[in-house]
């Protein structure tokens, strides 16, 4: 036997997923030797590219099958309630914020827009059937306030840069439409926590009632600057308090749906990231008549960020879980509790 | 009632797509072709292939064993039985019922198309074996 050609191969074999390997690896290799010419010493560069290209199968094929597993679909349904309810305080503060700022007298609609309400009623709609489970009516329900959510956005008028301050909650729509889909079937109890998101909801809706405090063009005396935003520290401690809310409502949930939902997070955390820390050139046009159109560098950014980052923190759980698994794996076979890592690739 | 509708409609769609209209893949469908003959480990099977396409198809380890899973996965295959001869595992792999089913749809879907194709290729007045009439 060729020592050399079988350790490139068995060294070209390790881009298979783990339990590829496990399974066909010492055939695959009993394959390609056998199929070698006498004398060869390397791998031919046609094996080589469709071994890499098996590689690529299997690996698709196995993360395919992981977002199937049931963690992550219970990760999907507490994303889509929890998610939910927050877009639905967000878009019942901006009534509540309006209301505050230009309603002439006390206890009337007249500084409220139509669009502020369409939206407030749509995310009511879509909290409801996530929390009551309405199986028939999620997905579609998300699919209206996704709709909503974009025509905030004023095309024709001023210009795409527009998209930038609505990135944010447009990524977080689509996430709860994702959610609303991968969790069909999903029928177990109300997630822990929903309670304090609700609570979170509600702080939301107050702070809007500050009106004038909340935001400021060029933040006033004492405001706190977040990302593109100033804010007072009257009201500081109300959003602290409800963000905290919401992640003590994450992490009340069983380990692994804590991660996926972490993950499933991500491109939301990311895109509220990216517009006033990286593309923060664009978002100071906003609101002023020259505000400039998006180039297309910029769009890719924020269309493929939200993606990426779901995808880097899949790959990254997967591999975190592959680990634990074979410390526990060998926790439990040498009952040895100081064991703390062993590399599967060895 | 519509998106219901459309929910059926997209899941016929998908099903035409991956079941009837030959989704199975060339690769897939080859392997199915060479363990019709019985029972073959890994290296045969390939070898069968490159027999039954008279040396058209050089299939490599990477693309036989993605078919070989993916079939397994599907039901399609199993596993006959293990053997090391010359210190090397080969691993038999055998047609079960369901990929017997399978290969049986296949072909008639292709002996269908082929059949199409062969009448239109008349019409067009070509013929099989002495080139275009």
Request: net charge positive; proline share 4%; glycine share 8%.
């Amino acid at each position: 036997m060729n020592e050399q050609l079988d350790r490139r191969y068995r060294r070209l074999l390790r881009v298979y997923p783990v339990q590829h390997r496990l399974e066909y690896q010492t055939e695959m290799l009993a394959v390609l030797l056998e199929s070698a010419h006498p004398g060869q010493r390397r791998p031919e560069m046609g094996d080589v590219a469709d071994l890499l290209r098996g590689a690529v199968v299997a690996h698709a094929r196995t993360a395919l099958a992981d977002l199937q597993d049931d963690a992550w679909r219970q990760a999907a349904s507490v994303m889509h309630i929890f998610g939910s309810l927050v877009m639905l305080g967000v878009a019942l503060r901006e009534i509540t914020l309006r209301f505050a700022l230009f309603a002439p007298i006390p206890w009337t609609l007249a500084g409220l827009r139509e669009i502020d309400l369409q939206r407030s009623m749509v995310w009511a709609l879509v909290a409801l059937a996530a929390v009551l489970r309405w199986r028939q009516l999620t997905s579609p329900l998300a699919v209206v306030a996704l709709i909503v959510e974009a025509n905030r956005v004023n095309w024709q008028v001023i210009s795409p840069t527009s998209m930038l301050s609505l990135a944010f909650l447009m990524t977080m729509a689509i996430v709860v439409l994702i959610a609303s889909i991968w969790a069909v079937g999903e029928a177990g109890p109300r997630p822990r926590g929903t309670l304090m998101v609700i609570a979170a909801a509600v702080l939301l809706v107050g702070s809007g009632l500050a009106g004038p405090f909340v935001v400021g063009d060029f933040g006033d005396f004492g405001d706190v600057k977040v990302g593109s935003v100033w804010i007072s520290p009257i009201i500081m401690p109300v959003y602290v308090l409800a963000i905290a809310l919401v992640l003590w409502a994450g992490a009340r949930q069983p380990v692994m749906i804590f991660r996926r939902l972490f993950v499933l997070a991500l491109p939301i955390c990311t895109t509220a990231l990216l517009v006033p820390y990286t593309l923060e050139f664009m978002d100071a046009h906003l609101g002023m008549s020259s505000s400039l159109p998006l180039i297309p560098t910029e769009w890719g950014v924020l269309i493929i960020t939200p993606p990426a980052a779901f995808f880097l923190g899949f790959v990254l759980l997967r591999i975190l879980e592959r680990r634990l698994g074979v410390v526990r794996l060998a926790n439990a076979t040498t009952g040895d509790k100081h064991v703390t890592y062993v590399d599967p690739q060895h | 009632m519509e998106i219901r509708r459309a929910l059926a409609y997209t899941r016929w769609a998908v099903y035409a797509l991956a079941v009837k209209s030959g989704f199975l893949g060339e690769s897939s469908f080859l392997v199915l072709t060479a363990l019709a003959s019985g029972p073959q480990h890994g290296y045969a099977v390939l070898e069968d292939i490159a027999r039954i396409t008279d040396g058209r198809v050089k299939m490599r380890a990477g693309t036989l064993y993605a078919a070989l899973d993916r079939l397994r996965i599907d039901g399609l295959i199993a596993v006959d039985r293990e053997e090391i001869v010359q210190s090397r595992l080969r691993r038999y792999y055998r047609l079960t019922g369901v990929g017997e089913q399978r290969l049986v749809t296949e072909t008639e879907h292709l002996r269908r198309q082929m059949a199409v194709a062969e009448r239109r290729l008349r019409k067009r007045g070509v013929s099989y074996g002495t080139g275009i009439a």
